[in-house]
Structures are given as structure tokens and as C-alpha cells.
């Protein structure tokens, strides 16, 4: 009997111990090396990708200057919130959450809850949270000590410090900054910069770990634009058009351009009818959001409900999409009458007219059989060239089309621009709507001579006037001028292009003068300015096509002004458009040549265009006011004499205690000036009378009658039959004796 | 005292006390005059409390103080994010466990010089101490809804590390008495089935289903080599099917066991409601690809910061595979494998069949629990909670491990073994 193992327990613990070796260190090992050698590697993978956290670093989107590097559009850093609501483990902690972050987001404290039950790292709560709010929310996760569970995310917010100025230009951009329209869409790719990345190791809750697997790539900052739009004139065009809108009661929208016509820089594109872009969404114009709003709202449970909710929806988008839609690019029209500078300018190259060349016009031209009428039905009767233009006398051109031939005048239609686009870089521009020099019989190429039958944008319109004006060099019209990085670099410059010489200097300066005669006495008078030079041509394109297509129950028109100063070193060219006005009249020269006058007139000045004034005009000009207070009654009115003004003395005092108007106001020549000589008399005031609708002399005796001065504007001075439309200070207004009122004058002639 | 006092003077008549006293014969180191010595002197002095006469096995303590110190590094490496994160200081755990592991060391090398026999006396005691424990700890609050363990402040112990060292003393001393009759149903079956019974019951009343789990291996082990005959394995084995059949079948006892058996099955479900049942293996098995075969570095495991929950327990040797690679994770394994080895071959020659199956239940205890750990962390079999050995952080667990250690040592005194 053996004391220790015996043999059977022997071979128990050997057998015992062989299995154990084999089956169970031998079963490890099998493991490890399945895990470690076989699929180590595609293990590894998915640790390393949950290692890795691959962060995102915003790129801030370039901003937007006018040319004298005013802000229009910028960005600006604004943060999302994200919840981790995996990291949340009690009720305790999601009710502190929600209600925590309902009071400083605004949001309901349900809805964050249903959030915080969420089992993701990563949801998001709300975007474009401003830095005030992030640093509350930071404020409050130290004061409950949340450390897991709500992160804030870098993120950048685009602002339009001038809401919807210029907002057509501009555009806009979509939640994830991205451009969807205008330059925003445009210049997309530069504006945008690169997103850069931050590859970090990351332990299970988020936090660095220690290792030095950082890997960071700097976010590349969007480049800026800076535009050849300048905020002035800019605002000019918009105040004034916007007053066009309201007071012809345009219905389809209005556009006006400003452009340099030496280099093709637009200087200011106005829509009206726009958007705001910080809120793009939203149907801007009263009525139409009023009357979106207004439409049944339906509901998804029934198929009536269901197509009722989708007419909604559907004019909604139709509604957004047209306040977003640049008219002067993308939308195009018939020119009219404006267009007969430029098919003046073909004759004139051409040779087949000059000045002098007599025209006959009986109302009506017949071509092919086909009778054309003149917009004035008796007819011009005999009449020059140049008077034919300033009468818009359509016979003239179509006259003058005729003596061209189809086969010239295309040639001139194409070397305009205007069977192709101009090369603006703006988003969605119109391509024309022509025929060409095969398919011009003789009454498409008559009609086409007076600016009727052929579709092209208003830009295209303003770029052909430019070239008229620009000694025939014809450039590509464009919005911006440099490109920068975020330092302030310049990228790239934009040079002015010119794609080529369309008629001579000569005959350029030739039109300018003919043109300029036409604003000043012909039928675009209303866009005089004194001094100014201004040359233009009206136009009133009649929208044939709509009306046969039978949409529209009458004719509807747009009208139209295009011109340019000064005509003697044309600088800026302007073309102001308004589509469907119902008001008073329908007519460009009505409607739109006194918008056309206050633009120009703020403009140029701004520019530094000198005034040039003929004798004529030095005979008629407004002068200063010149300084007397404080002198003895006797030297004052010598003083007034000396510049032919009138003087009324309120008042018994000696010495003048205040003058009217006071000294370098301008006031018209043969004015009156009122002199107060005592305190009593400085209290005195007179009530504004009505001033409208009157001739220049009726307005001068209504003036004259109340004690007040007035100045003119408009085609008072040079036309004779025009009519006060407006005034700067409204009737029954109490001011001081002698203060001047501005009176605008319009010539109401039935000129297409 | 009063035990021992009666075994004590009259040792010849009983048939288990003989090899006490006697000198096995191929022992070749022991000194002639060992064998001249009159058996009564040699009781005597055997029956010392500490025992110097003869030297411990040199292997299997180079072997236990090696794995040992790698453990301490490796659970400084694994645990000193997790520690960083959640206490604030990164040596919170390395600090503890050295201490322990200084404690542990200078017990293990105390016990190695106290004669194993005097253990026949404490395991009827031992046993009954550790029932106590196991009753106790279920009137103890849960933690994370198990009652594991029994909290005394300054430390905390899992009364089933006791039962374990328990069942393997208190086997070891009745196969030994009884080795002779263990063929019988009597001596050889019964007693061990209902001390068994009992145990793996109050087990699983915790639950602690891992634990019960090497108990019933242990105890099948030596009750193998104790020499119960292959049929009553067989049946227990029938037994054992049944039972299992019963419990997935007619009872949701195990119900929390079957999500992960389905998470064992597809550690990487994306199924929402097993994410949180597979994160841990899956972490665990990133942390164990990412190492290859050369590994990431000491000290470069990603896997630990906060990924591989509590890196420092069950899943420690996930980021010794990460941080070592398969060479550093193998040589560990073959450390292992040589420490079971060698405490095997230790006690079979030791001088008594309890020295013998003591020696083997304690080096079989340390090796099963290595083998299951490391096959629950390359999810070879379904995720349950077992510690490994020397590596895991747990002060009172090392301590009682290294005291165990102490009695295979003790043992190795006397075997006859060559000690190098």
C-alpha cells in the first residue's frame, strides 16, 4: 500500500493534466491566435475607427464688400447644440436637461425630453444657436455640472447687415451655408473655403487621450468678394424704384441697372420685388404673402385635403421662387423704342443714314403687305433722322431696317451681344429669343428695327447702350471686381473685357449727341437734368406675346428707360424697368424717365460728374442764397438785388434776424427771399399749398401767393406741356415764409 | 487541540495516519539517518508548526513571484486610465494592490513553512465558516444586483473565493481518509455530491454562477483522481444534462444568461438592446486584434481608456494582448501552463494523498481559472465573471491566492521532487 499517489491516481492526474494542457491552454491560445494573427488586423480597424474621432472644422464663409469694402454679406460664428443623450443615464439628469435648455433654446421642454431618450451620441437639438446663448448653456451644464451629454459645435452664420438691399445680387444661402442663389450660388466654391479636419484619438467618452495621434488640418477660410456694386448708388436705385413700384402701381416687378460703360462694371443692380436675405423664406410682399397665407390650409387625411395643402405649398415655392428670381438677368423682354439707338447706330455705321436724312411718316408703314403702325396715328409727316428718334417715330426705323437689309442689320444684332449671353457672373441668365439673318423676312425685320418681336434681358439691353455710349467698344458686364483670400489678398482681379469694337467712336459720339438732344427736348425729356448731359431713349415694349397667348385680358406693357451721362464723356449708363404698371400711364417716358431723372441726378453728383450748363440753361439755374443775416435791412436787400432776388420784410425791426431761405440753400433765380427783422415775425409760418398737377406757371403763382419758393426738377424746364406730379413737402405742411419746395415736372406724352 | 491530541499518540492504528509517518521510499535526497529515526520522533517533529527541514520548490515559487510581479506591472498599465477617469488619481489601484501583493508574498512564504497537516483539522471548520459566509452574504445588500460580497470597510471579500479553498481542503481531507473505500456510494459519492450540493445552491442563490461553475469542476477533478469510478461520472453527467435542459426549458432563472449567450454568439450585433450586453466583448476583442503579434507597447493600450470597462478586473489580459501582442500574451499563458504544471507534479509526489490532492486542487483551481478567464475574454465562451489569477485587481483575492500558493509550497517541502 503505497502512502503517496498510488498508480490509478497517477494516471488520473496525468490523464487529467494532458486534457487540461491540451483542451483547455491549448483552446486559449487556438483563440489568440485566431484574434491576434488571423483577425487581428480588421480588429484593429474597428478600434482604431472608434478611437478616431474625424472632427469637422468649419471654414468660414468669405464675406461680400462693395467696392469701397462695405460689408454686405459676413459670416459670422454661431454654434449647434448636440445632445449625447447615450451618456444620460437617469430621469433625474434628462428632466434637468430639458428643462434647462427649454428656457434658453425656447424650445419645448417635451420635445427635448423625447431627445434626451435617444440612444445616440449625437443628435442635434437646434443649429445656428448665437455665442450669447452658447455661453448660457455653458453657464449651465458648470452649474449642474453636466459633463457628458449636451456638446456645442463651431458653426458659422451668414448675415446681410442690410437685409434686403442688394438681396438679388447676393442671394442667399441654405442651412449648411451653402450658396443658393446669386453670387452666393455663383461664386459658391470660392466664398465656401475648405472645411479642414481634426483627427483626434479620442477615449470612450469623447475626451483626448494622451497619445500623439493628433492630426489636424487648418480649415482653409473662404475667399471674399469684393463687388463693383457701390452701396450708394446702389441705394439710389433702390429708393427711387422702389417709389416708381409704388406710385405706377407696377404689378409684375421692377428693375434697374447702373453700369460703368467704360469698363462694364455694374455699379448697382435694383430688383424690386425682392427678399430679405437673412430670411429668404419669407414671401416679402405683403400682398402675396397675404395672399398665400389666406389660401385654405387642407389637411393630409383626406385627397381633397391633401391636394388643397399641396396648392398651397405650391404657391408658396412659386411665390419665393419669383421674389428670388433676378429679373435684369434672367428674365427677358421685348425692348421697344429704347432699342432704336441701337439700330440707329447700325444705320449710321452703315452709311445708309445720317442726321440729315429725311423721312416721311403717315402714320403707318406697310411692308410686305402688311401694315405697321406709328405709335402716333397721324403720322410725324416729314421729319430728319434725328427728329425721327427724338419723335420715336417708328416708320424712321423701320425705314432704316429696311435700307440695311436682314443680312447687316443681323450682323449688327449679333456684334450688340445680343444673341448671346452676356458672360455676367451672376447665376441664371436668359439666353435671347431672335431671328436670325435667314429666317428676317421684311415684317419680322421691320418690327425687329423698332425693338418689337425679339426677346433679350434687360442686361443685355444696358450692355448694347453701354457700347452705344462707349465709342462702339462692347464689354462684358460684371459684379465683381476682386477676389481675396482671408488675409486680404488679392486672388484674382477682374480686368474689364472688351470682346469687341461694334460701330466707330464717331458715329458713338454721334448718337450720344442725338440722344442727349432727345433727353433734353425730345420725347425722354423727363430724364433732364441740367448740367448733366444726360442722353437717353424711352421705351414702351408692348408684351405681344402674353397677350396672344391669351393670358393676359388686355395688353399689358413694360416700360422702359435706358440713357447715360454725360453725353459728351458718356461714365455711367442706367436702364430703369418697370413690368405692368396701372397706374396713370403705361408709358417709359412717364413712368420711368422721371425715376430714371432722381437717379441720376443723386447719382452723378455722388460719381463727381461736373455740371455743365449751357446759356440756356444759366438763364433758368437755381442760385445760392447769399448770406444777410445780421446786416441792416438796406445792405440786405442791395445784397438780393445784386442777384436779381426778390426780397419780403416781416417785421419792424432794422436789422435781419433770419433770412429764407438761409444762406447757401439754392433758390430759384428771380426768387424771394424773406428777411425777419423781429422775434415776432421769426414765429411766422405759412401752410404748403397743393402744387400738383399744374403747369410751371400756375405752380409759380401758387407758390407765389403762399409765400413760399419752389424749385424744378424734371421736364418743366425743357418741355411744354409737362405737369407737376409730386412735391418735396406735402400739402398743408406749416413752414416758414419763403422755405423752397421742390416741385417735379413730367411730360405725359403717348410715346412708345 | 483536542483532535489532534488524540490522533496524535496513537497514529499506528489508523490506516490514513501511517503515511505521516512513514518515509516513502523513492525519495532520494533524505538523509540516511532519516530512515533509522524512530516513527515517534519523526511525528513529532514533523508535527511542527513550521517545518524547515527540507527546502521549497524553487521552480514554482520562480514561477508564482514572476507572475506575479508581471501582474502588478500589467495592472498599473491597465487600470491607470480607468483609475485617472474615475478616482482622480491613476495609482489608485496599483497602490492597493502592491500593498496586498507585499502582504500576500510574505504570507505565502509564512505558510510554505507550516506543515500542511495541520490543514486536516480546519477543513470540516474551514467549510462550515465559509456555509456561514455564503448564508450571510445573501442577507447582504446587492451590489449591482448580485450579493457577492461581504464588505468589512477597510476591505471586502467574495465569500465564494473562501468555498473554493474550502471545498478543495475539505475534498482533499476525506478523499485522503477515505481513498480506500471511494468506490463505494457510501464514502466515495454521497458525502461529495451533498457538500457539493450545498454549495453550488447557496452559489447560485447569489448568483455567482461562474464560481459554482469551477467548484463542480474542481471537485470532479479530485474526485477523479481520488478514484471514483467512471460510471458515477457518466451519471453525473446524464445528471448534469438534464438539469440543464430543465433550467433553459421550464425556468427564466437564467434568463439574464441568455442574452449573452446570444451576445457570445455575435459579439458584434448591431440589435440595439445587446449593445450594452456586447460592448464589453466587443471592447474586449478590439483590445485583443489591435495587439497582433507584437503588440502596441507597454503602457500604449487605446482599448483602456474607458472603452474595455474596468480594465483592471475580469478583462485585464485583453490589454495585455493589446499592449504585448500574441508573443507577450503567449509567454504569459505558457507561464501559466507551466506553473500548473509544476504544482501538479508537485503534489503527485507528494508524501500523502492529501499533501497530493490539496497540492492538485489548489495548482488545478489557479489553472481553470485562467483557462475560463482567458476563453470569456477571447469570447470562446459566453461572458461571465472570472477573475485571473495574479493579474486581476483584488487585494483579499491575491492574498488568499498567494496563501494558497504558501500550501503547494508547504507541500513541496516534503515532495519528492527535484527542487532545483
Redesign the interface.
Known amino acids: 500500500m ?5 498508480i ?3 494516471r ?3 490523464f ?2 494532458a486534457v ?2 491540451v483542451v ?2 491549448g ?3 487556438f ?7 488571423v ?6 480597424e ?3 475607427e ?2 478616431m474621432k474625424d472632427t469637422t472644422i468649419p471654414a468660414m464663409r468669405g464675406a461680400i464688400y462693395d467696392r469701397n469694402m462695405r460689408p454686405l454679406a459676413q459670416s459670422a460664428t454661431v454654434w449647434t447644440v448636440v445632445l449625447e443623450p447615450a451618456y444620460l443615464t437617469t430621469d433625474e439628469q434628462r428632466e434637468t436637461i430639458a428643462a434647462g435648455l427649454s428656457q434658453i433654446l425656447g424650445m419645448d421642454k417635451k420635445e427635448i425630453l423625447e431627445h434626451t431618450k435617444k ?1 445616440s451620441y449625437y443628435d442635434v437639438l437646434k443649429r445656428k444657436v448665437e455665442t450669447e446663448v452658447k455661453d448660457e448653456i455653458l453657464k449651465f451644464k458648470e452649474e449642474k455640472k453636466i459633463g457628458n451629454g449636451i456638446r456645442l459645435i463651431e458653426d458659422y452664420k451668414r448675415y446681410y447687415p442690410f437685409g434686403s438691399f442688394a438681396a438679388t445680387i447676393l442671394g442667399f444661402t441654405g442651412t449648411d451655408n451653402q450658396g443658393l442663389s446669386g453670387l452666393e450660388a455663383y461664386y459658391d466654391k470660392q466664398l465656401t473655403g475648405t472645411a479642414g479636419r481634426l483627427v483626434t ?1 479620442k ?3 469623447g475626451t483626448d ?1 494622451p ?1 500623439q495621434y493628433e492630426q489636424k488640418v487648418e480649415a482653409q477660410d473662404g475667399y471674399s468678394l469684393v463687388l463693383t456694386i457701390d452701396e450708394i448708388v446702389q441705394h439710389f436705385l433702390e429708393k427711387y424704384l422702389e417709389e416708381g413700384v409704388v406710385n405706377n402701381k407696377v404689378k409684375n416687378r421692377a428693375t434697374a441697372i447702373a453700369m460703368d460703360v467704360k469698363t462694364g462694371a455694374i455699379l448697382g443692380l435694383a430688383v424690386k420685388g425682392d427678399f430679405d436675405p437673412n430670411f429668404p423664406l419669407i414671401i416679402s410682399d405683403p400682398t402675396e404673402a397675404a395672399r398665400v397665407a389666406n389660401m385654405p390650409e387642407g389637411d393630409s387625411t383626406t385627397e381633397e385635403g391633401k391636394k388643397i395643402k399641396q396648392a398651397k405649398t405650391q404657391a408658396k415655392i412659386v411665390a419665393q421662387q419669383a421674389q428670388w428670381r433676378n429679373k435684369a438677368v434672367s428674365d427677358t423682354y421685348y425692348p421697344g423704342s429704347v432699342f432704336k439707338m441701337v439700330t440707329g447706330s447700325m444705320g449710321m455705321e452703315e452709311g445708309v443714314v445720317n442726321e440729315n436724312t429725311q423721312f416721311f411718316c403717315n402714320g403707318a408703314a406697310v411692308v410686305s403687305g402688311t401694315t405697321i403702325r406709328c405709335w402716333k396715328h397721324g403720322g410725324h409727316g416729314g421729319e430728319t433722322f434725328v427728329q425721327g428718334l427724338m419723335n420715336s417715330c417708328n416708320p424712321v426705323f423701320i425705314k432704316v431696317g429696311e435700307m440695311l437689309g436682314a443680312e447687316r442689320f443681323f450682323k449688327y444684332f449679333a456684334a450688340f451681344g445680343l444673341t448671346e449671353k452676356t458672360g455676367v457672373d451672376l447665376p441664371g441668365e436668359a439666353g435671347s429669343l431672335y431671328y436670325t439673318a435667314n429666317q428676317l423676312n421684311p415684317v419680322e425685320l421691320a418690327t425687329e428695327s423698332f425693338g418689337q418681336n425679339f426677346s433679350i434681358t434687360p442686361l443685355q439691353m444696358i450692355t448694347a447702350a453701354a457700347a452705344v455710349a462707349n465709342g462702339g467698344y462692347l464689354v462684358q458686364p460684371h459684379v465683381v471686381s476682386q477676389v481675396l483670400d482671408s488675409d486680404g489678398n488679392i486672388v484674382q482681379s477682374v480686368d474689364t473685357k472688351v470682346k469687341r469694337q461694334v460701330i466707330s467712336e464717331d458715329v458713338s459720339r454721334r448718337m450720344s449727341k442725338i440722344l442727349q438732344m432727345n433727353a433734353t427736348t425730345g420725347t425722354a425729356k423727363n430724364g433732364y437734368l441740367p448740367g448733366y448731359r444726360v442722353a437717353g431713349k424711352t421705351g414702351t415694349s408692348e408684351k405681344v406675346a402674353e397677350y396672344n397667348a391669351g393670358g393676359k385680358k388686355k395688353m399689358e406693357y413694360i416700360a422702359s428707360y435706358c440713357g447715360f451721362a454725360p453725353a459728351d464723356d458718356p461714365q455711367i449708363a442706367l436702364l430703369v424697368f418697370f413690368d405692368e404698371p396701372q397706374g396713370d400711364s403705361y408709358y417709359g417716358g412717364a413712368v420711368a424717365g422721371p425715376v430714371f431723372g432722381k437717379m441720376m441726378e443723386e447719382i452723378l453728383p455722388y460719381l463727381g460728374v461736373e455740371r455743365k450748363y449751357t446759356d440756356a440753361e444759366m438763364e433758368k439755374l437755381d442760385v445760392a442764397t447769399p448770406d444777410v443775416t445780421g446786416k441792416k435791412l438796406d445792405a440786405a436787400k442791395a445784397a438780393l438785388q445784386k442777384l436779381s432776388l426778390k426780397q419780403k420784410v416781416y417785421g419792424g425791426g432794422d436789422t435781419v434776424l433770419k433770412q429764407i431761405p438761409e444762406s447757401g440753400k439754392s433758390i430759384p433765380q428771380n426768387g424771394t427771399v424773406v428777411l425777419m427783422t423781429d422775434a415776432e415775425s421769426e414765429s411766422r409760418q405759412v401752410t404748403v399749398p397743393n402744387l400738383v398737377g399744374m403747369t410751371l406757371t400756375q405752380a409759380n403763382s401758387a407758390a407765389a401767393e403762399a409765400g413760399i419758393n419752389i424749385t424744378v426738377s424734371g421736364a418743366a424746364l425743357t418741355g411744354g406741356k409737362a405737369q407737376s406730379h409730386s412735391q418735396s413737402i406735402a400739402v398743408g405742411t406749416k413752414v416758414s415764409p419763403g422755405t423752397v419746395v421742390n416741385v417735379g415736372f413730367i411730360e405725359f406724352d403717348q410715346v412708345q | 487541540m483536542s483532535g489532534e491530541s488524540r490522533r496524535n499518540p496513537v497514529p499506528k492504528p489508523r490506516q490514513q495516519r ?2 505521516y509517518a ?1 518515509k ?1 521510499a523513492p525519495e532520494p535526497k533524505q538523509p540516511a539517518s532519516a530512515k533509522a529515526t524512530p516513527l515517534t520522533k519523526r511525528v513529532r517533529k514533523k508535527f511542527r508548526v513550521f517545518s524547515v527541514r527540507s527546502g521549497l520548490d524553487m521552480p514554482f515559487l520562480f514561477l508564482v513571484l514572476v507572475l506575479v510581479v508581471i501582474g502588478l506591472v500589467m495592472l498599473f498599465s491597465a487600470s491607470y ?1 480607468y483609475a485617472y ?1 474615475n478616482y482622480g488619481n491613476s495609482y489608485y489601484f496599483i497602490i492597493r494592490q502592491v500593498a496586498f501583493a507585499v502582504l500576500g508574498v510574505i504570507l505565502m512564504l509564512l505558510i510554505s513553512y507550516f506543515d500542511y497537516h495541520h490543514l486536516h483539522r480546519f477543513a470540516i471548520p474551514l467549510l462550515l465558516v465559509s456555509y456561514a459566509f455564503l448564508v450571510i452574504v445573501l442577507f447582504l445588500p446587492a451590489v449591482k444586483g448580485v450579493h457577492r460580497w461581504i464588505n468589512l470597510g477597510l476591505f471586502g471579500f467574495q465569500p465564494s473565493e473562501i468555498a473554493k479553498f474550502a471545498m478543495t481542503l475539505c475534498f482533499a481531507h476525506l478523499i485522503s481518509i477515505n ?1 480506500k473505500r471511494m468506490d463505494t456510494a457510501r464514502y466515495g459519492v454521497l458525502p461529495y455530491v451533498l457538500l457539493l450540493g450545498v454549495t453550488v445552491l447557496l452559489l447560485i442563490r447569489e448568483p455567482h454562477v461562474s464560481a459554482a461553475v469551477i467548484i463542480i469542476a474542481l471537485a470532479g ?1 479530485m474526485l ?4 471514483v469510478p467512471l460510471r458515477w461520472f457518466g451519471a453525473a453527467f446524464g445528471v448534469a444534462l438534464a438539469g440543464i435542459a430543465y433550467l433553459v426549458l421550464f425556468t427564466s432563472e437564467f434568463s439574464y444568461a441568455n442574452d449573452r449567450v446570444v451576445a457570445w454568439l455575435d459579439p458584434f450585433t448591431t440589435e ?1 438592446n445587446l ?1 450594452a450586453d456586447t460592448w464589453q466583448t466587443r471592447q474586449s ?9 507584437l503588440g502596441l507597447g507597454l503602457g500604449q493600450s ?2 483602456k ?3 474595455l470597462p474596468e480594465p483592471q478586473n475580469d478583462f485585464i489580459f485583453a490589454i495585455v ?1 493589446e499592449e504585448l ?2 508573443i507577450g ?2 509567454i504569459i ?1 505558457i507561464l ?2 507551466l506553473l ?2 509544476r504544482g ?1 507534479t508537485i503534489s ?6 492529501f ?2 490532492l490539496l497540492g ?1 486542487g489548489l495548482t ?1 483551481q489557479v ?2 481559472q ?2 475560463l478567464n ?2 470569456v475574454i ?3 465562451i459566453p461572458n461571465t465573471g472570472i477573475s485571473l489569477p495574479f493579474f486581476s485587481y483584488g487585494g483579499t483575492s491575491l492574498v488568499l491566492l498567494l496563501a494558497q500558493m504558501g500550501v503547494v509550497l508547504s507541500i513541496s517541502r516534503t515532495s ?1 521532487i527535484e527542487k532545483t
Do not use: H
Open positions: 503505497a502512502k503517496g499517489t498510488t490509478r491516481m497517477w488520473r492526474t496525468l487529467l493534466l487540461f494542457m483547455g491552454f483552446a486559449i491560445i483563440s489568440l491566435i485566431k484574434l491576434q494573427l483577425e487581428g488586423e480588421s480588429l484593429q474597428r478600434a482604431v472608434q478611437q440612444k484619438a477615449n470612450a467618452i487621450m497619445f | 501511517k503515511p512513514e516513502s486610465a477617469y481513498f477533478m477523479f483522481i481520488g478514484g440595439k449593445l476583442l478590439y483590445a485583443i486584434g489591435s495587439g497582433g503579434l487605446r482599448q481608456y474607458l472603452y494582448c501582442g500574441f500574451a503567449l499563458v501559466f501552463a500548473v504544471w501538479v503527485l509526489k507528494a508524501k500523502d494523498k499533501g497530493m492538485i488545478l489553472g481553470l485562467v483557462v482567458i476563453a477571447t469570447n470562446t519528492a
